[in-house]
C-alpha cells in the first residue's frame, strides 16, 4: 500500500482501490470503492425506518430511555447485592471450614498420640502396615461425620516431587483424587511445619472427572509410628453455589419485572404529555393549511388544560387578526382597482387637452409652454403609473393569468435593445447583447418577459453612468437565463434585499429622468414568481450590479440552477489576484470601475456559457462590500470553470448607443 509506482507518487494500490482504476499522475484519490458503497447502503437500508422513527417519536425515546436507564440500575445493584452475598457466603464458609478443619486436626494428633503411648506400653514394634493401617483409620473416622459437607485427603509429607513413599500412598475419603490438592500448597504445608495453610482449588472426582469449586485446609502431622504426614480438608462450595443462583435467579426476575414495570409506567406518564401535544401538532398543521376554525379539546384544569385554553385563544385571535387583515387586503385591492378606473375617463380627458396645449405650445409665451411641457410629461407618467397600479391590484388579488407559449429570447432582448436605444444614445451608453447565436427558447409569456427585460435594461442605462451595458444570454438543462450587467454606482450592502420594493429608491434625492413610477421591479418580480423563475440582484458599491432573470425552459418545471452566475467574473473580487500565501487587508474604500472599453469586456472568441449546476437560488440579494472578505454568492459564485461566462466575436456583438 505504501510503495509508490514507478510511473508516479501515488501507490498502485491505492490507485486501484480509489474508485477501481488507475488514478493519473498527481490526482487525488477517487470516492470509495463500490464494493464498499453497496455494503454502507445494504446496512443502512434496514436502519433507516428505525432511525426514522427514533427522530419523529418522543414517547418511544423517553420509554427507551427509561428502559435503559432502569436496565442499568437493576444491573448496578444486582452485581452489588450479587458481590455482598457471595462475600457472605464464603467468609461464613471459610470460618465454619477453619474450625471443623482445626477440630479434626485435634483429633489426628490426639489419635496418634494414644496409638504411641499404647505401642509403648505393650512394647509392640511399629511397622509400615501399621502405619498405613492407622492412616486409612483416621481418614475414615475423620470423614465419617461429614459425608457430603467436606472430604479427608492424607499424603506423604515428601512435598510436590514424591507425593508419596512405597510403603505408604495417599488416602481419600469417597472418590476424591488425591491429586486435588495443589503443588504449591503441599510445598508450604511442608515449609510451615505446624501451622495450617488454606487456598482455593477445585475437587476433582474419580471415574467422572467432574471438578467442583472448593476451599483446601491442610497441615503437616505425625502419624502413630512419628513420621510426618499431610492431612487435608477439602469443603466444596455447592451448597453456597445453589445459595447464589437462588439469589441471582431472584434477582434477575425481579429486575426484569422493575423494569418491564417502569417501562410500562414511563409510556402512561409520557402518553398522558405527549398526546395533548400531537393534538396541538396536528391542530397547528390544519390552521397552517388555512382550516382556522380548528380548535383543541380541553378536558380538566391542569397544565395540559391550561396550555390547550391558551392555544385555542390563540387561535381564535390569529383567525380574527387573519379575517380583519383579509378583510382590509380586499378593500385596498377594491380601493386600488375602482381608483384606478374611476380614474381612466377624467385621465383621457386630461390627456386629450395636454395634447391639445402641448400641440399649440409654440404659440405661448416661454413660460407657459415649458408648463405645457411639464403639464404633457407628468400626464405621460401618470398614466404609467395607472397601469401599474392595475397590474399590481391584479397580482394582489391573484387574478394575473400567465399566457405561455414558446418564443425565442433572443426576439424579445432585441426588441427591447431597439427600444431604449434613444435613451442610452442620450446618455452615451452602448448596449452589448452576448449569447445570441444560439437559439434561448422557452415557454413564457412575450408581454411580460417583454416587460421585464424593458424594466431591467433601462434601469441599467439610467444608472450606468454613460458606461456600457451588457445583456447576457444563456441556455443549459432545462432553464433559460437572461442577466442585464451595468457599471455604474452599483448597490450598497442591504440594498439588493429591498431594490424589488414597491417605491423604493437608492436614492431619494435622484430624479426619475425617465418617468419610472417606481412599481417597475415589484412588477418585474412578480412577473418572474408567475413564471416559476428567479429575479434576483447582485451589486457592489462603485462596481455597478447586475439583475438576473431565469426562468424555466418549459412551463411548470421547478428550477435547479441558473446557466448565469449571478456575480459575474468581470467582478471587483474576481479580478483582484490573490496570492495564496499572502493575508489580503480588507479595502478601506472601493475603486470606481472606470468606462468599459472593448478590451475590459470578456474576450470576443470564447466558447457560449454552460450551466452552473451549483447555481441555487437564493434570496435575490448579493451585495459586495469592495474588498477580499466579502462573502462569496454561496453555491452561485461561478467560480468554477463550468460557470464562467464569455462572449462571442466582437463583429457578431450588437452594440447600442454611440
Do not use: C
Not at 390544519?286 to 395540559?304: F, N, P, S, Y
Not at 405621460?380 to 399566457?403: K, P, V, Y
Not at 479595502?587 to 468599459?596: G, I, R
Amino acid at each position: 500500500m505504501g510503495r509508490p509506482d514507478p510511473a508516479g507518487e501515488i501507490p498502485l494500490l491505492r490507485r486501484l482501490w480509489s474508485g477501481g482504476h488507475l488514478l493519473p499522475d498527481g490526482a487525488s484519490g477517487g470516492p470509495a470503492h463500490p464494493l464498499i458503497r453497496l455494503f454502507g447502503r445494504w446496512v443502512r437500508r434496514p436502519l433507516l425506518p428505525a432511525a426514522r422513527l427514533w427522530r419523529r417519536n418522543i414517547q418511544l425515546r423517553v420509554v427507551a430511555t427509561t428502559l435503559l436507564m432502569s436496565l442499568g440500575v437493576v444491573l448496578l445493584l444486582g452485581l452489588v447485592v450479587i458481590g455482598q452475598v457471595r462475600n457472605g457466603l464464603l467468609d461464613a464458609k471459610r470460618h465454619a471450614a477453619q474450625g471443623q478443619a482445626v477440630g479434626g486436626f485435634e483429633v489426628a494428633e490426639q489419635m496418634a498420640d494414644r496409638k504411641s503411648d499404647t505401642r509403648g506400653q505393650d512394647g509392640a514394634g511399629a511397622d509400615a502396615q501399621d502405619s498405613g493401617t492407622w492412616l486409612n483409620a483416621l481418614v475414615e473416622q475423620l470423614a465419617s461425620g461429614g459425608k457430603g459437607a467436606y472430604s479427608v485427603v492424607a499424603l506423604s509429607s515428601d512435598s510436590g516431587e514424591t507425593p508419596y513413599v512405597a510403603s505408604r500412598g495417599p488416602r481419600a475419603s469417597g472418590d476424591v483424587q488425591p491429586d486435588s490438592v495443589p503443588a504449591d500448597l503441599r510445598r508450604r504445608v511442608d515449609e510451615g511445619r505446624t501451622a495450617p495453610y488454606e487456598r482455593y482449588g477445585k475437587i476433582v472426582h474419580a471415574g467422572s472427572g467432574d471438578a467442583e469449586p472448593a476451599l483446601i485446609i491442610g497441615k503437616r502431622l505425625d502419624d502413630n509410628n512419628g513420621d510426618a504426614y499431610q492431612l487435608y480438608y477439602l469443603f466444596p462450595f455447592t451448597q453456597e453455589e445453589k445459595s447464589l443462583s437462588l439469589v441471582k435467579g431472584t434477582l434477575a426476575t425481579a429486575g426484569v419485572f422493575v423494569v418491564v414495570l417502569l417501562g410500562a409506567i414511563a409510556w402512561v406518564v409520557v402518553r398522558q404529555v405527549v398526546t395533548p401535544v400531537r393534538m396541538a401538532a396536528g391542530i397547528s398543521e390544519r390552521l397552517a393549511a388555512g382550516l382556522l376554525q380548528e380548535r383543541m379539546k380541553v378536558t380538566g384544569e391542569d397544565d395540559i388544560a391550561r396550555l390547550g385554553e391558551s392555544f385555542n385563544k390563540m387561535a381564535q385571535n390569529l383567525q380574527l387578526k387573519i379575517q380583519q387583515l383579509e378583510e382590509l387586503s380586499r378593500m385596498q385591492r377594491r380601493f386600488v382597482s375602482d381608483v384606478s378606473h374611476e380614474l381612466r375617463t377624467p385621465l383621457t380627458t386630461v390627456r386629450m387637452a395636454a395634447d391639445v396645449i402641448h400641440e399649440a405650445r409654440e404659440d405661448f409665451d416661454p413660460i407657459t409652454a415649458r408648463s405645457a411641457e411639464l403639464l404633457w410629461g407628468q400626464v405621460d407618467r401618470f398614466e404609467s403609473l395607472l397601469s401599474d397600479l392595475l397590474e399590481i391590484s391584479r397580482f394582489d388579488a391573484g387574478a394575473a393569468a400567465l399566457e405561455a407559449e414558446p418564443i425565442d429570447l433572443r426576439d424579445v432582448v432585441h426588441r427591447v435593445v431597439d427600444g431604449a436605444e434613444p435613451l442610452a444614445e442620450a446618455k452615451g451608453t452602448r448596449i452589448l447583447v452576448r449569447g445570441a447565436e444560439t437559439p434561448v427558447v422557452a415557454e413564457a409569456d412575450p408581454r411580460r418577459v417583454e416587460r421585464v427585460l424593458r424594466n431591467l435594461v433601462v434601469n441599467a442605462v439610467e444608472h450606468g453612468e454613460g458606461r456600457d451595458v451588457v445583456v447576457r444570454l444563456a441556455v443549459a438543462g432545462g432553464a433559460v437565463a437572461v442577466a442585464v450587467r451595468d457599471y455604474g454606482v452599483g448597490l450598497k450592502p442591504g440594498e439588493a434585499t429591498r431594490v424589488f420594493n414597491r417605491f423604493w429608491r437608492a436614492d431619494p434625492a435622484r430624479a426619475r429622468t425617465t418617468g419610472g413610477t417606481g412599481l417597475g421591479l415589484s412588477i418585474a418580480v412578480e412577473d418572474a414568481r408567475l413564471h416559476g423563475g428567479w429575479l434576483q440582484a447582485w451589486g457592489e458599491p462603485g462596481g455597478g450590479s447586475q439583475f438576473r432573470l431565469t426562468l424555466p425552459r418549459t412551463a411548470g418545471d421547478a428550477l435547479r440552477g441558473s446557466p448565469i452566475p449571478l456575480e459575474p467574473e468581470d467582478s471587483r473580487r474576481n479580478r483582484r489576484p490573490v496570492d495564496p500565501g499572502t493575508p489580503q487587508a480588507p479595502a478601506e474604500h472601493p475603486v470606481a470601475v472606470p468606462a468599459q472599453p472593448r478590451s475590459a469586456l470578456p474576450p470576443a472568441d470564447a466558447a457560449a456559457p454552460s450551466a452552473d449546476p451549483t447555481a441555487l437560488p437564493g434570496n435575490g440579494a448579493r451585495v459586495v462590500r469592495g474588498g477580499p472578505e466579502a462573502p462569496s454568492d454561496g453555491p452561485q459564485g461561478g467560480q468554477g470553470p463550468s460557470a464562467r461566462q464569455t462572449t462571442p466575436n466582437e463583429g457578431e456583438s450588437r452594440p447600442r448607443g454611440r
